[in-house]
């Protein structure tokens, strides 16, 4: 049997996906039309023999309770949010609910970041795992030298795939292949985790009774139960025959600003084609809007057939759409409304704003996306074009639209 668990951290993580979090937790920002923690769920539910999904984070538990009843319901695959009382690290975390893990006696636990996008390569990577009959197996994936260093990179044997060297966020480059936050452990990893745990309660009361330096560099120190995955475990255990990778060739992401929200979301709409086109809208332009590439409305969304929407378009619940409005490359939040012949692109237009007829709402692709939160666009007195804008002007916008 196999245990998911899916870590979803908490309020003090995510910082950088601020302001789309301050009115729900990261993980459950909407990406194609489903919660962002929806898409790992789904891709679990491909893993055979699978007994249940956890997703351990420090949220309060109401947020996630309504979501996690609903999701367990709709694949039968019982869902379960553990809270911590305090964060404990990647590892950490992990190891407070072994008993609950355990339960199931897994040979197998497969473990993801909730933060990342990808197609989830999960019965492949099992298989690939068991081959190689180590402890654990990472998925990894090749980004640009440039880009490497916001990432865990390492070293594989190119024939056998196991892990040589791992450094995480490295300052000088090591290598272009990177941890993408995917993972599947044998139960060993508990017995891993415990051994670091006991290395840094032995070094915290070594620090105890030594001098004042020693003191301070104490009080610097994490908290003696607070394990992180990848420096704590990944770095010493690689080149020991523990741990192997396998190199995803599908499309994989990292999720921490919005400007990535709004390209992993076009990216699951795009999978949604493949795997589930049924939640795609297909429009005739005649009783229903004109769409253009992969778009998702949801069903209680109003959309006027005279509007034209797509591609990379997300629209959520009770959202108007108006007679000939224009909507590229965004994100609707819930109870926002479009007015007639208005234009947004390249944008996240959020909860309950409203934009006025002919407005224009447009960020620069490459630079940064619009965020516009509670924010009222008057009738075409209000056109607006975030083209030239400097990062300033930007958050001025961004802090004017959440008043
Ligand atoms: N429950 C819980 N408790 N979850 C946590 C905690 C914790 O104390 N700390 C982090 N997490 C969750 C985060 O929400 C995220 O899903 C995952 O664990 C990893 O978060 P971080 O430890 O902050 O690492 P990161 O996201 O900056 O980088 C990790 O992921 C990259 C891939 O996206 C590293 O593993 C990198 O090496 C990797 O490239």
């Not at 949220?59 to 367990?72: M, P």
């Not at 994989?252 to 809208?281: D, N």
């Not at 769409?291 to 997300?314: E, F």
């Not at 006025?356 to 960020?363: E, I, L, N």
């Amino acid at each position: 049997r196999v245990v998911a668990v899916i870590m979803v951290g908490g309020p003090t993580k995510g910082t950088r996906f601020r302001p789309l979090s301050l009115n729900v937790p990261k993980p459950l920002f909407p990406l194609a039309g489903q919660p962002m923690v929806h898409h790992p769920i789904s891709a679990c539910r491909r893993i055979p023999n699978l007994a249940q999904i956890y997703l351990i984070g420090f949220h309060e538990e109401r947020e996630f309770k309504l979501y996690v009843s609903s999701i367990s319901n709709e694949l039968r695959i019982p869902v379960r949010y553990l809270r911590e009382d305090k964060p404990h690290g990647s590892a950490g975390g992990l190891y407070s609910f072994r008993d609950y893990i355990m339960e199931d006696s897994p040979s197998h636990i497969v473990l993801l970041n909730c933060d990342v996008c990808s197609s989830f390569p999960l019965p492949d990577m099992l298989e690939a795992h068991k081959k190689y009959g180590g402890m654990g197996t990472l998925l990894v994936n090749k980004v640009s030298a440039e880009s490497a260093n916001q990432f865990g990179e390492l070293v594989a044997d190119p024939e056998t795939n196991e892990l040589l060297h791992y450094t995480e966020k490295p300052e000088t480059f090591v290598s272009d292949l990177i941890n993408c936050g995917v993972y599947i452990f044998t139960p060993n990893i508990f017995s891993a985790i415990e051994d670091v745990l006991k290395q840094k309660k032995d070094r915290a009361n070594l620090r105890r009774v030594s001098s004042f330096e020693a003191l301070q560099s104490a009080t610097k120190a994490l908290p003696a139960d607070f394990v992180r995955l990848d420096q704590d475990i990944l770095s010493p255990l690689a080149g020991k025959k523990e741990l192997y990778t396998y190199q995803t060739l599908d499309f994989w992401e990292q999720i921490k600003t919005p400007g990535m929200s709004l390209r992993c979301s076009g990216l699951y709409l795009s999978q949604f084609r493949r795997t589930s086109p049924h939640l795609l809208a297909s429009g005739d332009g005649i009783r229903t809007a004109t769409i253009v590439g992969d778009v998702y409305i949801h069903p209680s969304a109003k959309v006027h057939p005279t509007s034209k929407i797509g591609p990379n378009v997300s629209i959520s619940a009770n959202a108007r759409v108006g007679a000939g409005a224009r909507l590229i490359n965004c994100i609707i939040l819930d109870d926002v409304e479009i007015m007639e012949n208005a234009v947004v692109i390249h944008s996240i237009v959020g909860w309950k704003s409203s934009i006025g007829k002919w407005s224009r709402v447009q960020a620069s692709f490459s630079l940064y996306h619009s965020f516009l939160s509670s924010f009222k666009f008057n009738e075409s007195s209000f056109s607006i074009n975030l083209n030239n804008f400097t990062l300033e002007q930007f958050v001025k916008i961004t802090s004017v639209g959440l008043m």
